[in-house]
């Protein structure tokens, strides 16, 4: 796991995800994240490139339900 | 039958008597309404009572089964639904500020399902924000307590479902189950809780938490009256992505009481992982001890880490939840409670290359559950331990907690979760049982002759006003 980022950082990140948060909230982030990166750091990593994740797209799934989703 | 002890029928014994005309629907609504009145105050499990809307249903009912047209089971039985499931002109919360005026124009297949059998809405129940966060004491509603013991909590995320039908408020409620919210409650109220196969039960219409472990299920008495709910509400729904278009069986004919050379597996590796109170594991043994008597084989099972399922589950959680909530996360985050806040605000910081690796981690782990099932009928194991305190939660620890729950959200599996006894404090014991995909009538099968062949099911908790 990389080190842990700083205040800093977590509020460059958060802004760059449009996330303009009061001081409060910026340390919920920050704890939050922290908690985040622990899961994350426990994830097996060099799969093969096939590999496939779960959720393959299936497009039967979207055809038209009914006349009205039908648009011309 | 005493109008006093209708509440505590179970939905085959009334739908039984209402076939017979010995049972009025408009009675038995009422009856569930006073008590309701009389008593939610002490648990808070109902944030919605349609009363008025219940009894025309009921007189609906009555009316159509007088006439000689009786639709089947569920004619004129009570319910309820968890605050997540959308009611046309009826308010649908999830228990949130951001949802304080919501009213959708349309229900859910699920209560599409019900109101075409001819059930009788009673109101929606309490749940933890978004099906997600809590307990919590800042969000729109109170949090729904313990039957059993009102200073213990329902768990959740099902909280109000759990408490409601411990409390003969209703005998069927809906849930959701995103990593054991139907589960847990059912454990923790005493109660029988299905989390279906994923893709049986259609989730159009219930407020989503995490779009790929996401199930929608019944919770009730007895897991007769589960078959009974589940055989209304499964099914194909071309509006759900994740809807399967399989055959159903008639999950009521598959309660036989018989396991006779049913094979269990049980995963006894995970106890060290998650280790068992001394209590917990005695009345899980002694309930492996049951089906031996009732001709069971058991098996040990080894399946991955809890952990791995856990994390893999609560990565792809968290990325899912900040999709659905960033909008309001941007623009009005004060509204969310601070648990639920907690809990999703760090999932914008996932980053995709991270996202997609949890998927394929998911896909390692759902194949490894498939492979261990293929081996046995069922698995069995604990729920989770009785209910503790009703109080808060550091929510830092939910990140990392594990359970024996979540596995099953990542593999798809049907699940349930029955009462196996009771503690010295007089608090529910709870096994899960887990089946094959789409195999959800062996499930209900192997709970139901555990039901036939113990005494828990006669047990009520004692509510007064």
Redesign the interface.
């Given at each position: 796991m990389t080190d842990a980022p700083t205040r800093e950082e977590i509020a460059l990140?958060?802004r760059n995800?449009?996330?303009?948060?009061p001081a409060a909230?910026l340390d919920?982030?920050a704890?939050?994240?922290a908690?985040?990166r622990?899961?994350?750091a426990?994830?097996?990593?060099g799969?093969p490139h096939g590999?496939?994740?779960?959720?393959i797209f299936?497009p039967a799934?979207?055809?038209p339900?009914s006349a009205a989703d039908v648009k011309a | 039958m005493p109008a006093t002890d209708l509440h505590f029928l179970t939905i085959a014994e009334a739908a039984r008597l209402i076939a017979q005309r010995d049972l009025s629907p408009v009675d038995l609504t009422a009856a569930y309404l006073r008590r309701i009145e009389a008593l939610d105050s002490q648990l808070d499990s109902f944030v919605t009572v349609t009363a008025d809307l219940a009894r025309t249903q009921a007189r609906a009912a009555e009316a159509e089964i007088t006439a000689g047209t009786h639709r089947g089971p569920l004619h004129g039985i009570p319910y309820c639904l968890k605050d997540i499931y959308e009611t046309a002109g009826i308010r649908t919360t999830a228990m949130s500020k951001l949802l304080a005026d919501n009213v959708p124009a349309r229900d859910s297949f699920c209560g599409e399902k019900l109101a075409a059998a001819g059930a009788v809405l009673l109101g929606k129940n309490a749940t933890w924000e978004f099906a997600h966060g809590g307990p919590s004491w800042d969000v729109l509603f109170p949090p729904a307590r313990n039957p059993w013991n009102r200073d213990h909590s329902p768990a959740g995320s099902s909280s109000g479902s759990g408490a409601a039908i411990a409390a003969g408020f209703a005998p069927a409620t809906l849930g959701s189950d995103t990593g054991g919210s139907i589960r847990g409650p059912a454990a923790a109220n005493g109660i029988a809780g299905l989390k279906p196969t994923y893709g049986l039960v259609s989730r159009r219409g219930v407020i989503p938490n995490c779009f790929?472990h996401d199930h929608a299920g019944p919770l009730a008495w007895t897991c007769e009256d589960l078959a009974i709910l589940l055989q209304t509400i499964a099914g194909h729904d071309?509006?759900d992505?994740?809807s399967a278009a399989v055959p159903l069986p008639d999950y009521r004919a598959a309660l036989t009481g018989d396991v006779k050379a049913m094979v269990i597996g049980v995963p006894w590796a995970w106890f060290d992982e998650l280790p068992l109170s001394p209590s917990t594991r005695s009345a899980f043994e002694a309930s492996l001890s049951v089906f031996k008597d009732l001709g069971a084989e058991i098996r040990p099972v080894t399946l991955p880490s809890l952990?791995?399922y856990e994390?893999?589950k609560?990565?792809i959680a968290?990325a899912e939840l900040f999709t659905i909530h960033?909008h309001d996360?941007?623009t009005r985050?004060a509204l969310f409670g601070?648990s639920l806040?907690?809990?999703i605000?760090?999932?914008?910081?996932?980053r995709a290359e991270?996202y997609?690796?949890?998927?394929?981690?998911?896909?390692?782990l759902?194949r490894a559950m498939q492979n261990v099932m293929a081996t046995v009928d069922v698995m069995m194991l604990p729920t989770q331990e009785p209910a503790g305190k009703l109080e808060p939660v550091p929510?830092?620890t939910l990140?990392?907690k594990l359970s024996f729950t979540t596995a099953f959200n990542v593999g798809g599996n049907p699940a349930l979760s029955i009462c196996n006894g009771f503690n010295d404090q007089g608090l529910p014991f709870s096994l899960q049982i887990v089946g094959k995909l789409f195999d959800d009538a062996t499930v209900l099968q192997a709970g139901d002759a555990y039901e036939r062949a113990t005494p828990w099911r006669q047990r009520r908790p004692d509510l007064h006003a």
């Open positions: 990140y958060a995800i449009g996330l303009t948060l909230y919920e982030l704890s939050a994240y908690n985040v622990i899961l994350i426990t994830m097996p990593t799969r590999d496939e994740p779960a959720h299936d799934k979207f055809q339900v | 790929t071309p509006e992505p994740a952990q791995d994390y893999s609560k990565i968290v960033g996360l941007r985050p601070a806040r907690y809990r605000i760090a999932g914008g910081l996932v991270e997609i690796q949890a998927m394929r981690w998911r896909t390692d759902a929510p830092e990140f990392t």
